[in-house]
């Protein structure tokens, strides 16, 4: 079917007073001004004055989490351990007797008192059942006693106290992610998805694997059909290149855990943390455990990655791809397109391996609006000059590092416009980016992460992906405002996804 949309403002490079696209299928065949279009569309939609724009990608997803959040118990506004608490009961007195209480968003570092609720206290607050409540950073968690089984308490980041990080966390995890229902994983994946069609993104990739999320949990996730965003999926597992093909991911990367997290003092530095004193989190992988999955993935044909946030991760992850590299060949590193999620503490070096072997930096703006600045969480955990070093965006777009923008939803929420902002708003203002950057980041830079680079532009004969804002003004004028547009209508490849209408 070809449909006509005019009447709005389009957001193209082939023609800057474009007010009209036609499509065709999945394809646009013509975009410029109404009083140019061609006739003969099946059907016509009036814009009203409308900003088209590609539709966004958020490049870091967890949808089966993010739709139990939006559903669910949600945390984030919690101050303290009593707002814990009295959320938890009041959630769990609407449970079966025999239900887990899953919970997540919770964040002491925000606290006037950082005291977190004991496992006993979670006993009384769940009337008795298992509680498992991640932290923001869904690399710690409290938990109820029902929860520390012996084998939890054999791992390593074990705590009698139910603050579990490392092994010890992705043990209860999976315990307690295991009393979900094929049916609730459905329903909670299809509330994430629609909710992110709602904010005008057209494709999420998909991170799962060991210690995230199961293989079913995973394929269901690849399974939602045509009417939904694209999912494109990441398995994170160590040496699994053919599995990851198996199981229909586009690649064996997302969250192949090179290290933890910030927040959960997991992540992995050179230096110790500065609230922590002798402790340098922790390290999931060796150079020869990345050079190995590397050469693996390029055998097989499919994109590796790895997340890694601090810098001694970092510095492991690079040191696998100079191995790879001496194996492969530097030409065929740079083919694969592989790419590093978060990427928050690299330095000049760092940044120049990454153009040197043609790494993708899926990275997370809102990390920085959140826990950055001389004050923020990351202050407290590294000192202010670490945290105003971290998450350089500016230094990595500036050499011409692919920048590929997402959420790590439900760490945090999905929010493609506010994104961008915290880009452009960086807290160190060396590392703030322009709003075109911004904005290509959070579109074509997340099809380009995925190795599919005919989306993301509005052009003739491109991909019919994109999004009708209410809003009649440009681009960077919704960038430079506080307020984001809502989205009247989401398109993928032709297909509305979404539509107020």
């Known amino acids: 079917m070809k449909t006509l949309y005019r009447g709005g403002r389009v957001h193209t490079p082939a023609d800057p007073s474009a007010t009209a696209l036609l499509t065709d299928g999945d394809r646009i065949t013509w975009v410029g001004p109404d009083a140019d279009a061609p006739t003969g569309a099946d059907r016509t939609v009036e814009l009203g004055g409308a900003l088209v724009t590609p539709a966004f990608v958020d490049a870091h997803v967890h949808t089966t989490a993010t739709g139990l959040t939006l559903q669910g118990l949600d945390l984030a506004a919690a101050r303290g351990a009593r707002d814990v ?80 990080r490392r092994d010890a966390h992705h043990v209860v995890r999976e315990a307690a992610y295991a009393s979900i229902t094929a049916a609730q994983v459905h329903a909670a994946q299809r509330a994430a998805l629609r909710h992110a069609a709602a904010l005008g993104i057209a494709c999420v990739h998909e991170c799962g694997g060991p210690g995230t999320s199961g293989e079913a949990d995973f394929t269901a996730a690849l399974g939602h059909g045509p009417d939904h965003p694209l999912v494109i999926g990441l398995w994170g597992e160590a040496g699994a290149a053919a599995k990851a093909r198996e199981l ?78 001496e194996i492969v060949g530097v030409d065929a590193i740079r083919d694969g397109r592989h790419r590093v999620e978060h990427a928050e503490l690299l330095d000049k070096a760092a940044i120049a391996r990454f153009v040197e072997y043609g790494i993708v930096a899926s990275v997370q703006p809102a990390f920085d609006r959140l826990w950055g600045g001389e004050h923020g969480m990351y202050a407290t955990r590294l000192g202010p000059a670490r945290a105003l070093a971290a998450n350089p965006f500016a230094a990595l777009a500036g050499v011409g590092v692919t920048l590929a923008f997402g959420s790590d939803s ?48 509005l052009n003739p004969g491109g991909s019919a992906t994109f999004t009708v804002w209410d809003t009649t003004g440009p681009v960077a004028a919704v960038l430079d405002g506080d307020d984001s547009p809502a989205a009247r209508r989401t398109v993928l490849r032709g297909r509305t996804i979404h539509t107020t209408t």
């Open 85 to 164: 608490l009295d959320a938890v009961a009041a959630h769990a007195a609407g449970l079966p007797a025999d239900a887990v209480v899953i919970g997540h968003g919770w964040d002491e570092s925000a606290w006037a008192d950082p005291a977190t609720p004991s496992a006993a206290e979670l006993d009384r607050a769940g009337g008795g059942r298992a509680v498992y409540l991640s932290r923001t950073c869904v690399h710690a968690a409290l938990v109820s006693t029902a929860l520390l089984t012996a084998e939890a308490k054999a791992a390593p980041g074990y705590d009698d106290g139910g603050w579990l």
């Open 248 to 325: 229909g991911a586009a690649g064996a990367a997302g969250d192949l855990y090179a290290d933890g997290a910030l927040g959960a003092r997991t992540a992995h530095l050179g230096d110790a943390y500065r609230d922590e004193p002798g402790s340098c989190g922790h390290g999931y992988l060796t150079a020869r455990q990345v050079t190995d999955h590397l050469v693996g993935c390029a055998r097989h044909g499919v994109q590796g990655g790895f997340h890694a946030i601090g810098d001694h991760a970092i510095g492991t992850v690079l040191q696998g791809f100079a191995g790879a590299a």
């Open 410 to 457: 439900p760490v945090t929420p999905l929010d493609p416009w506010g994104s961008c902002r915290a880009a452009m708003r960086h807290h160190n203002p060396a590392q703030r980016i322009g709003g075109k950057a911004a904005f290509a980041a959070h579109t074509r830079g997340g099809w380009r992460a995925a190795r599919l680079d005919d989306e993301g532009v």
